[in-house]
């Protein structure tokens, strides 16, 4: 198994189709490929953090300063950023469309993965944080727009979980 | 030395910059100043503030951002100092009121109370280059008006007392504040677009 660079290149184009100008990230496997990417653009601006729930912080300011933001970070990130998810983000109404490598779920080899992997839906249902599976790649550009979209008009969290069979090969 | 008094030296100078401040006691301080409406109140998530200046700072090269934290809330988040090192927002100034106390919630004592963890020391380790302490109003007034003058990111712990205001209370919602603060934000980039 080796992370998808054709799909991650689809993922990253999804990105810049949907309007995004800014990202904040933290490295994962199934994103290397993707923040390569990020890095290597000149008009994206990347912010990459030490702990997921800085990126809430980040995003926030990104959202007063009317740019378009994304944020980029594997579930056990997510499961590190929920104070500020929901003490900034959700109380304050604050839009956030998140990109979420979904690990430790259906064929994940990795068992330091399989508890966050487990949990991670329903705690996504627990916050009503609303998400989707981005599985096909021909979809993955217009799920990423209408992610972003939808984190806009409703002003909160928006989840959008890249699957195993959208990142590996 | 008493934030308060702090947050009363430079108030005159926050007039036209974006100003993020942590819960509580310090919010409230700033509040009873007369609030403005770029002001924004933090008012639960503690560690976050500076991340949201640096969110702001990155997006906003043209405005000057101010960050009032406390000792309690930047110890819960001390990966911001070495994300603040490397992006360097030059336009953003970083303020740890330090008052070696939890205050906002019963005042127990924080993990600076001792004088054995140096918040400054901790900056510089980071990879800050510009840090600086304060122990009264005069120091820190000039160290403020020094990080103003300055073009480049600066970081200053201000050490405090450990007293907060009387009373509580502030006549604004926490999503108002927010949409607020981002209208003012909006309205002055087109402003700026005008001109
Ligand atoms: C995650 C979390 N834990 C605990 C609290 C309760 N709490 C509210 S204010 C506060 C103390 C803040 O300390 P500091 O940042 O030093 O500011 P001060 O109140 O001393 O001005 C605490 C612990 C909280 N808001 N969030």
């Known amino acids: 198994m080796s992370v998808s660079y054709e799909n991650s290149k689809r993922v990253f184009e999804g990105i810049k189709a949907a309007g995004i100008k800014s990202v904040s990230a933290l490295p994962e496997t199934w994103l290397v490929h993707l923040l390569q990417r990020a890095e290597d653009d000149p008009d994206l601006e990347l912010i990459e953090v030490a702990k997921e729930e800085e990126a809430i912080g980040i995003a926030a300011g990104a959202y007063f300063a009317g740019e378009p933001h994304l944020l980029l970070m594997q579930n056990h990130g997510f499961l590190a950023a929920i104070n500020g998810i929901v003490s900034l983000a959700q109380l304050y109404h604050i839009p956030l469309c998140m990109l979420i490598a979904f690990r430790g779920h259906w064929g994940e080899p990795y068992p330091w993965h399989t508890r966050g992997g487990i949990i991670t839906e329903e705690v996504l249902r627990a916050l009503g944080i609303p998400f989707e599976y981005a599985r096909a790649p021909e979809n993955v550009a217009k799920q990423i727009k209408e992610a972003y979209t939808f984190s806009q008009s409703s002003l909160s969290p928006v989840a959008l979980l890249l699957t195993r069979d959208l990142m590996e090969d | ?195």
Request: aromatic fraction near 8%; include cysteine.
């Open chain 2, 1 to 195: 030395m008493e934030r308060a008094k702090c947050l009363e030296v430079i108030y005159p100078e926050l007039k036209d910059k974006l100003v993020v401040t942590i819960m509580g006691a310090c919010a409230q301080e700033l509040y009873n100043l007369g609030h403005r409406e770029n002001f924004f109140y933090l008012q639960h998530a503690m560690g976050l503030a500076s991340s949201i200046g640096l969110g702001l700072a990155k997006h906003l090269p043209k405005e000057k951002i101010v960050v009032l934290d406390g000792d309690g809330s930047v110890l819960m988040n001390l990966g911001t100092l070495s994300t603040l090192a490397r992006y360097r927002p030059k336009n953003m100034l970083h303020i740890i009121f330090d008052n070696g106390s939890l205050l906002s919630t019963g005042g127990f004592a924080s993990h600076t109370t001792s004088g054995l963890t140096d918040l400054a020391m901790m900056a510089r380790g980071a990879g800050i280059e510009h840090v600086a302490t304060a122990v009264n109003p005069l120091q820190f007034g000039e160290a403020v008006l020094d990080a103003f003058e300055r073009d480049d990111f600066s970081f200053i712990v201000a050490k405090v007392q450990a007293i907060g205001p009387d009373k509580f209370g502030m006549d604004l919602h926490l999503a108002e504040n927010a949409f607020r603060f981002r209208r003012y934000i909006q309205e002055k980039k087109q402003q700026g677009l005008k001109e």
